[in-house]
């Protein structure tokens, strides 16, 4: 039998909600993983992708992954993984640099056999890069009598997937028998093409749409001759159990659900809040239904009085007639957009980034991950894309402007989600639109560190 912990998706070096514990609490997720790891005494440890957080890690993040390594390599148990989407450079990579130290093995297209487990890796490819790429892998060596692929991305059958899981294990030139993932912070496992096919999820939460319980996977090879059937707990078959490990010190986040009746304010939200023990927790206040106006920081600031970490309020209400009224500048705050929309010549990947950043299905915080994802693939690909798009008068009617398209998706079924704002033009705003600041930096490069979880695009509430 070989065992190995499947874990990923550890973003180290993340100071979500500019918190230099949140920061801090990473680390100490993936340090209880592999603490775990000694523990249970397994044969490996494997990293699917996003170890890091972003591309430049602090020196402090480095030292604290070298020191989690140390403990795995201490104990002899091999540290092998792939480069997620997050951290990908286009040189060398942070783990190359594990590697020359002895502390990793990054996966390829080339067997690395632990116990008879042959393991193979795919690192995240964007996907514009996919419709050429070949799953060519070396033969799975005599001594191996299992096979197994570790990649990062978006597969099939899984939520926002778009990778091909089918045609890749059809097209691969070796038959694995699972396939160990991340990108997906959601656990969950399917079989495709009679391969295991298994999200490990996220070891902290790097979103407040993160409510389960984190944690990573237990995946057990059984050996030729073992013979017994595999775990009964968990998907198995094929000789492979794949069961799920509980992380239980992750820091608490506390999700305060209020659905407001017509004439309750906040008074109702704060007594929710204090409902709960929100000591050295995240406090995710969500307010639906109707109700009075209320201002986030009086909640945000209830909930740090009572000794929260992070307190974050989100407003979901439409904004009732009277609200409309009251505002002065932005009596219609779409239409000034559109408005706005029409005098800027937008590149392509300008409304690219715009659909991203306005898309209300994608939270919060993902909002930075997508647009760096789609700047990405664009530089790589379609470098004409950030060309400015021709001069084009309002009154133009034979020229199909952003807004344009904005109005058509209004009128139709408006599922494509192209509800735009001008979000790589932010430097020409108004001052008066705070939201656009938010927009330009989701956008850029220059602040890698910088919380995305405020950029919150969905609204001009
Ligand atoms: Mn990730």
Same mark, same amino acid.
């Given at each position: 039998?070989?065992?190995?912990?499947?874990?990923?998706?550890?973003?180290?070096? +993340? /100071?979500? +909600?500019?918190?230099?514990?949140?920061?801090?609490?990473?680390?100490?997720?993936?340090?209880?993983?592999? %603490?775990?790891?000694?523990?249970?005494?397994?044969? $490996?440890?494997?990293?699917?992708?996003?170890?890091?957080?972003?591309?430049?890690?602090?020196?402090?993040?480095?030292?604290?992954?070298?020191?989690?390594?140390?403990?795995?390599?201490?104990?002899?148990?091999?540290?092998?993984?792939?480069?997620?989407?997050?951290?990908?450079?286009?040189?060398? /990579?942070?783990?190359?640099?594990? $590697?020359?130290?002895?502390?990793?093995?990054?996966?390829?297209?080339?067997?690395?056999?632990?116990?008879?487990?042959?393991? *193979?890796? /795919?690192?995240?490819?964007?996907?514009?890069?996919?419709?050429?790429?070949? +799953?060519?892998?070396? #033969?799975?060596?005599?001594?191996?009598?299992?096979?197994?692929?570790?990649?990062?991305?978006?597969?099939?059958?899984?939520?926002?997937?778009?990778?091909?899981?089918?045609?890749?294990?059809?097209?691969?030139?070796?038959?694995?028998?699972?396939?160990?993932?991340?990108?997906?912070?959601?656990?969950?496992?399917?079989?495709?093409?009679?391969?295991?096919?298994? *999200?490990?999820?996220?070891?902290?939460?790097?979103?407040?749409? !993160?409510? %389960?319980?984190?944690? *990573?996977?237990?995946?057990?090879?059984?050996?030729?001759?073992?013979?017994?059937?595999?775990?009964? %707990?968990?998907?198995? &078959?094929? &000789?492979?159990?794949?069961?799920?490990?509980?992380?239980?010190?992750?820091?608490?986040?506390?999700? @305060?659900?209020? !659905?407001?009746?017509?004439?309750?304010?906040?008074?109702?939200?704060?007594?929710?809040?204090? /409902?709960?023990? @929100?000591?050295?927790?995240?406090?995710?206040?969500?307010?639906?239904?109707?109700?009075?106006?209320?201002?986030?920081?009086?909640?945000?600031?209830?909930?740090?009085?009572?000794?929260?970490?992070? $307190?974050?309020?989100?407003?979901?209400?439409?904004?009732?007639?009277?609200?409309?009224?009251?505002?002065?500048?932005?009596?219609?705050?779409?239409?000034?957009?559109?408005?706005?929309?029409?005098?800027?010549?937008?590149?392509?990947?300008?409304?690219?980034?715009?659909?991203?950043?306005?898309?209300? =299905?994608?939270?919060?915080?993902?909002?930075?991950?997508?647009?760096?994802?789609?700047?990405? =693939?664009?530089?790589?690909?379609?470098?004409?894309?950030?060309?400015?798009?021709? %001069?084009?008068?309002?009154?133009?009617?034979?020229?199909?402007?952003?807004?344009?398209?904005?109005?058509?998706?209004?009128?139709?079924?408006?599922?494509?989600?192209?509800?735009?704002?001008?979000?790589?033009?932010?430097?020409?705003?108004?001052?008066?639109? #705070?939201?656009?600041?938010?927009?330009?930096?989701?956008?850029?490069?220059?602040? #890698?560190?910088?919380?995305?979880?405020?950029?919150?695009?969905?609204?001009?509430?």
């Amino acid at each position: 039998m070989t065992r190995v912990i499947h874990t990923g998706d550890t973003h180290l070096g +993340y /100071q979500q +909600y500019n918190s230099p514990i949140r920061r801090r609490d990473f680390l100490e997720a993936f340090r209880t993983v592999a %603490e775990d790891a000694v523990s249970a005494d397994v044969d $490996a440890v494997i990293h699917a992708g996003d170890l890091f957080h972003d591309r430049r890690p602090g020196l402090v993040d480095l030292q604290g992954t070298i020191d989690v390594l140390r403990t795995l390599a201490d104990a002899d148990i091999p540290f092998l993984a792939v480069v997620g989407n997050h951290e990908g450079k286009r040189d060398a /990579q942070w783990l190359d640099l594990f $590697a020359d130290i002895g502390l990793a093995t990054r996966l390829g297209p080339g067997p690395e056999v632990v116990d008879d487990v042959a393991f *193979y890796g /795919q690192d995240f490819v964007p996907r514009s890069r996919r419709e050429g790429l070949e +799953y060519e892998f070396e #033969p799975v060596p005599d001594a191996a009598s299992h096979a197994a692929l570790v990649s990062h991305g978006l597969f099939e059958p899984f939520a926002h997937a778009d990778w091909d899981t089918e045609r890749m294990l059809e097209e691969a030139t070796v038959d694995f028998d699972a396939v160990l993932l991340g990108d997906n912070h959601k656990p969950d496992t399917a079989e495709v093409c009679d391969t295991w096919v298994t *999200y490990c999820g996220s070891t902290e939460r790097a979103s407040a749409s !993160e409510r %389960e319980a984190r944690g *990573y996977n237990l995946v057990e090879f059984e050996s030729a001759a073992d013979g017994s059937a595999a775990a009964s %707990e968990g998907a198995s &078959g094929d &000789g492979v159990a794949i069961t799920r490990r509980s992380l239980t010190d992750t820091r608490d986040f506390v999700f @305060v659900d209020v !659905e407001l009746e017509e004439e309750e304010g906040i008074d109702r939200v704060q007594e929710r809040v204090r /409902q709960h023990d @929100v000591e050295n927790a995240v406090v995710i206040v969500t307010v639906e239904g109707d109700g009075r106006p209320i201002t986030p920081a009086a909640v945000e600031e209830l909930a740090l009085d009572r000794g929260a970490l992070v $307190a974050r309020m989100n407003d979901r209400r439409d904004i009732p007639d009277e609200a409309e009224e009251v505002s002065v500048s932005f009596a219609d705050p779409d239409a000034a957009v559109q408005d706005r929309i029409r005098d800027l010549g937008l590149s392509d990947a300008a409304r690219s980034i715009d659909e991203t950043v306005r898309n209300d =299905d994608l939270p919060d915080s993902n909002v930075r991950e997508s647009v760096e994802r789609r700047v990405r =693939d664009l530089l790589e690909d379609d470098r004409s894309a950030f060309e400015p798009a021709p %001069e084009r008068t309002p009154a133009d009617e034979d020229v199909t402007t952003v807004a344009d398209q904005l109005s058509a998706a209004d009128a139709g079924s408006g599922t494509d989600g192209t509800e735009t704002l001008a979000a790589a033009e932010a430097d020409d705003e108004p001052a008066t639109d #705070p939201e656009r600041d938010t927009a330009g930096e989701a956008e850029s490069e220059t602040e #890698p560190d910088q919380d995305a979880d405020h950029a919150s695009l969905g609204d001009f509430a």
